[in-house]
């Protein structure tokens, strides 16, 4: 069985929870991504994408020189261990909709990032099913 240790992308891109939407949006174009996990210290408090930026920060008026990650982000956030196998990782992308998990050691420090399509271009589980489930609109 294939461990996420084996395929998780280790060096992340954070951000913390006060820093403005520029920075993070800076950050995300420095690093061509579109997602970052936001950390108060060291400890994973959220998630925030582009468009997280943009639709709830930007569309909404939000200077972003001025309004915060935490103003915008996730704060729910699904993770993940190191040595969680690929199986149980796809199980948990389809179950919370979503596409990227943090990688979290025994302390919840991020010691990576998982993706979808990390899983499918580095080695060969079945992705179909989960993809399916985290297109499938929410009831």
């Given at each position: 069985?294939?461990?996420?240790?084996?395929?998780?992308?280790?060096?992340?891109?954070?951000?913390?929870?006060?820093?403005?939407?520029?920075?993070?949006?800076?950050?995300?174009?420095?690093?061509?991504?579109?997602?970052?996990?936001?950390?108060?210290?060291?400890?994973?408090?959220?998630?925030?994408?582009?468009?997280?930026?943009?639709?709830?920060?930007?569309?909404?008026?939000?200077?972003?020189?001025?309004?915060?990650?935490?103003?915008?982000?996730?704060?729910?956030?699904?993770w993940c261990s190191a040595d969680d196998t690929v199986e149980q990782v796809l199980?948990?992308?389809?179950?919370?909709?979503?596409?990227?998990?943090?990688?979290?050691?025994?302390?919840?420090?991020?010691?990576?990032?998982?993706?979808?399509?990390?899983?499918?271009?580095?080695?060969?589980?079945?992705?179909?099913?989960?993809?399916?489930?985290?297109?499938?609109?929410?009831h």
């Amino acid at each position: 069985m294939t461990r996420i240790a084996d395929i998780m992308t280790r060096s992340v891109a954070v951000v913390q929870r006060d820093e403005t939407l520029q920075a993070a949006a800076l950050r995300m174009r420095e690093m061509d991504i579109g997602a970052m996990p936001v950390v108060d210290g060291k400890a994973l408090v959220g998630m925030v994408t582009d468009r997280d930026i943009a639709v709830r920060g930007v569309a909404d008026g939000m200077i972003p020189q001025e309004s915060l990650v935490s103003e915008v982000m996730t704060e729910e956030v699904r993770w993940c261990s190191a040595d969680d196998t690929v199986e149980q990782v796809l199980a948990e992308m389809g179950e919370a909709q979503v596409r990227r998990l943090a990688v979290l050691d025994a302390n919840r420090e991020i010691v990576g990032i998982v993706a979808l399509g990390d899983i499918a271009t580095r080695q060969s589980a079945h992705t179909d099913e989960a993809l399916r489930e985290i297109s499938a609109p929410e009831h």
